[in-house]
């Protein structure tokens, strides 16, 4: 077996393959803790660069864009909804118009229909009676003739 002798202690084997591990283990904590430093003053640095008052001034002018859009919505909602009430109105005032326009054609008609029936039953009253008067006058003639068949 190989034998190592190191700062006058001797490791064999076993021991040798532990102590390996805790050195490459040691080494390798040693650069990650190196990397995190490293990146822990890149971002110090990028930290300390930063101009708060511009991100301060970029946020207010954020805000008040914001502001502004969210006023100018609800201007948009109240004139939406102004203008819906005003065609719901001009739809009431057309609905009342049409229900107006349809009874007064209704009371036309049945009038209308009235005068109808009116004048037919007097024109069929009036040819009742001259025709009632032709057959008086028919049969006065008939029996006339029939009465004084040599009178012509």
Not at 40 to 66: F, G, H, P, S
Not at 94 to 104: L, Q, T, Y
Not at 106 to 123: G, N
Request: glycine share 4%; aromatic share 6%; hydrophobic share 40%.
């Amino acid at each position: 077996m190989a034998e190592v002798e190191i700062a006058g202690m001797t490791f064999k084997g076993g021991k040798m393959a532990i102590i390996l591990t805790a050195l490459s283990t040691l080494g390798g904590a040693s650069w990650a803790g190196f990397e995190f430093y490293k990146d822990y003053m890149d971002m110090k640095e990028i930290v300390q660069n930063i101009d708060v008052d511009a991100i301060e001034a970029r946020n207010t002018q954020i805000v008040q864009k914001l502001d502004d859009a969210i006023e100018y919505t609800r201007d948009i909602k109240s004139g939406l909804r102004d203008d819906i009430l005003s065609i719901e109105k001009q739809a009431d005032r057309v609905e009342d118009k049409a229900r107006n326009m349809e009874e007064k054609v209704r009371d036309m008609i049945d009038k209308a229909s009235e005068r109808f029936e009116t004048r037919r039953d007097s024109l069929i009253k009036d040819n009742n009676r001259e025709l009632k008067d032709l057959e008086k006058r028919l049969t006065d003639k008939i029996q006339k003739a029939l009465d004084n068949p040599l009178a012509d």
